[in-house]
């Protein structure tokens, strides 16, 4: 090899090196940062429509008799509701529903009444998008 590239890898090598490795700690970084960032506040909004189309799923799902796993689905739905709820409780700073697998009946109603006097009503349907006979109003 010719003496003048051995110079030049000689000079270029070090400091190749130390570009990348402040490269990989500026990654790295970068990458704690943005995991430990705290994630936006759903909207009340959204939290609202989630909570109205969870208690749709459930209601529809608890008549439904043709249904495989129907018990596992339950419990998954009733767990997501459970959780939104809980979360638009402390959105509103309204007292929660107590945390578990069997929560009383009667929690959950009371829960939701103090977020309808906050304005947030989960038991409101959305609106018709279909007329009788299926066609599509506009």
């Given at each position: 090899?010719?003496?003048?590239?051995?110079?030049?890898?000689?000079?270029?090598?070090p400091?190749?090196?130390?570009?990348?490795?402040?490269?990989?700690?500026?990654?790295?970084?970068?990458?704690?940062?943005?995991?430990?960032?705290?994630?936006?506040?759903?909207?009340?909004?959204?939290?609202?429509?989630?909570?109205?189309r969870?208690?749709?799923?459930?209601?529809?799902?608890?008549?439904?008799?043709?249904?495989?796993?129907?018990?596992?689905?339950?419990?998954?739905?009733?767990?997501?509701?459970?959780?939104?709820?809980?979360?638009?409780?402390?959105?509103?700073?309204?007292?929660?529903?107590p945390?578990?697998?069997?929560?009383?009946?009667?929690?959950?109603?009371?829960?939701?009444?103090?977020?309808?006097?906050?304005?947030?009503?989960?038991?409101?349907?959305?609106?018709?998008?279909?007329?009788?006979g299926?066609?599509?109003?506009?």
């Amino acid at each position: 090899m010719n003496t003048a590239v051995e110079l030049i890898l000689a000079f270029l090598l070090p400091t190749a090196a130390c570009f990348t490795l402040m490269g990989g700690v500026r990654a790295l970084r970068w990458a704690g940062e943005r995991r430990c960032r705290p994630r936006a506040a759903d909207p009340i909004e959204r939290l609202g429509a989630d909570l109205r189309r969870l208690r749709a799923d459930l209601e529809a799902t608890e008549t439904r008799v043709d249904l495989p796993a129907k018990a596992l689905r339950l419990r998954a739905l009733r767990g997501a509701y459970l959780d939104t709820l809980t979360t638009a409780c402390q959105r509103l700073a309204v007292s929660p529903p107590p945390r578990g697998d069997r929560v009383p009946q009667p929690e959950i109603y009371r829960a939701e009444a103090a977020l309808r006097q906050r304005g947030l009503d989960v038991r409101e349907t959305a609106p018709a998008t279909h007329g009788s006979g299926g066609e599509t109003r506009a």
